[in-house]
């Protein structure tokens, strides 16, 4: 059975855009649209070649909600010397800038308190990449350098 074709609002709300940014992809040619009357329609396929990848529509009775588990983690590391501490919070930062982009958001910062020689870093995203990045704290961590001391 042949896909129905799209309308503006349906590809916002599927995309999480707003349909004035729809239109003016439509309006630029970045997306393929048929105006049919006053309103565009955009085909399965069309959007699916704007995307690089097939979109599924959402069940039905679910209104454009999707499920996912997202995790905060505050790890404190105590007697952590500031190099160390800014080698960590730094290897971190970058670690989530250099992800492969269309996952979902992860996001990592860090604080440094010199008068306890404490580094808290504070992560927010999906299970599974928290998970991970919380191993590659640990891994970090055991690695660094003790406030007024050496490794």
Do not use: C, W
Request: glycine letters at 10%.
């Amino acid at each position: 059975m042949p896909r129905q074709p799209y309308s503006v609002e349906q590809v916002a709300e599927l995309l999480g855009l707003h349909v004035k940014t729809v239109r003016s992809y439509v309006r630029d040619g970045r997306l393929k649209a048929v105006r049919i009357g006053k309103q565009y329609r955009i085909v399965p396929e069309d959007l699916d070649a704007f995307l690089g990848q097939p979109v599924t529509a959402p069940a039905a009775g679910t209104a454009g909600r999707r499920r996912h588990a997202e995790a905060s983690s505050i790890v404190q590391i105590d007697a952590i010397a500031p190099d160390a501490a800014m080698t960590v919070g730094n290897t971190l930062i970058a670690a989530v800038n250099g992800r492969t982009p269309g996952g979902r958001p992860l996001r990592v910062e860090t604080i440094y308190d010199e008068d306890r020689a404490s580094l808290k870093i504070i992560i927010v995203g999906g299970v599974a990449d928290t998970a991970e990045l919380l191993r590659f704290v640990t891994t970090l961590t055991e690695h660094s350098t003790p406030a007024g001391g050496t490794a």
